[in-house]
């Protein structure tokens, strides 16, 4: 691949967006690589996710200008849903994947940490929807997620006004989890990773699925998925463990994913 790096570190797989020339912006191709790479991810070992950026400056500095700006009506659509297509397989995917931004995470860049699941930035990062002061709305998710994730009032601010925020703003708001100086970022991504990775991971997959699902419904219904995931948990060989070694008052063996 040419835009993406792969790598695998125990069960934690790290996907590097590597497009440093133009500060990792996501163009067609990136976005295909990005695409095939989510399907290469070996789901019965591995057991979370992050994305990041290549270099210190930038995590994604959003869709790229150059491919976009000559686009018709039709091909803007189209553009539109190559990047909502993939940000949902990467909302949906069956792990956790956390965005550890590490720099600009302006437009699009913005749009793919809003993907995941959690978002933990470098002090330096930079978030924002600059679109409408390019003549477009945001289109990758933005104009959704961004709702979703802060208040609708602050995100219609963030989007309309065009202003971007600093890691500061960007924590205080609740858009990311933690603020790390750039040099620890990873090392923080991979221990919330590793953290995750020590628990069942039939109940981490279930626990996201029921979050995901049940925020999307009423909350007649959101109690129903709960249920249903809930008891697809029990039967389960490290269900059995988890809570034989409560109840026998020793330290659970490690989880076998089964
Ligand atoms: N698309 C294409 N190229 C981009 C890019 C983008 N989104 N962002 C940066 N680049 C390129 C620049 O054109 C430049 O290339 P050249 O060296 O060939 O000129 C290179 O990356 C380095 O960028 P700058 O020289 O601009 O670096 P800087 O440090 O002066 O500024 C920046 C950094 C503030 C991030 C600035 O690059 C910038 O404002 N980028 C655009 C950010 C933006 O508007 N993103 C939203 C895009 S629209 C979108 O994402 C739509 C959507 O929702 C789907």
Excluded: W
Aim: aromatic share 6%; net charge negative; with cysteine.
């Amino acid at each position: 691949m040419e835009f993406i790096i792969y790598e695998e570190q125990d069960n934690i797989a790290i996907i590097t967006i590597n497009r440093s020339r133009a500060l990792n912006a996501l163009n067609s191709n990136v976005l295909k690589e990005l695409d095939k790479v989510l399907d290469r991810v070996n789901l019965d070992r591995i057991r979370a996710l992050i994305i990041t950026g290549s270099g210190d400056k930038s995590f994604v500095a959003g869709a790229d200008i150059s491919e976009m700006h000559k686009l018709t009506k039709a091909e803007g659509e189209v553009f539109g849903k190559r990047g909502n297509d993939v940000f949902r397989k990467l909302e949906t995917f069956p792990i956790p994947v956390i965005a550890a931004v590490n720099g600009y995470a302006l437009g699009g860049g913005c749009e793919l940490a809003m993907s995941c699941d959690i978002r933990i930035c470098s002090e330096n990062a930079v978030f924002g929807q600059p679109e409408t002061g390019l003549g477009i709305t945001p289109g990758f998710g933005g104009t959704q997620r961004l709702a979703r994730l802060i208040s609708v009032g602050k995100a219609k601010e963030m989007i309309y006004t065009a202003r971007n925020i600093k890691s500061e703003e960007a924590y205080r708001i609740g858009l990311v989890n933690g603020v790390y100086p750039q040099e620890e970022l990873m090392e923080q991504a991979l221990k919330m990773a590793s953290n995750i990775a020590k628990n069942a991971p039939i109940a981490v997959r279930a626990a996201k699925k029921a979050i995901n699902e049940g925020l999307d419904a009423d909350m007649n219904s959101a109690v129903k998925i709960e249920e249903v995931l809930f008891g697809s948990c029990f039967e389960t060989e490290d269900q059995q463990e988890g809570m034989a070694a409560f109840l026998e008052k020793r330290k659970a063996n490690p989880f076998m994913n089964k």
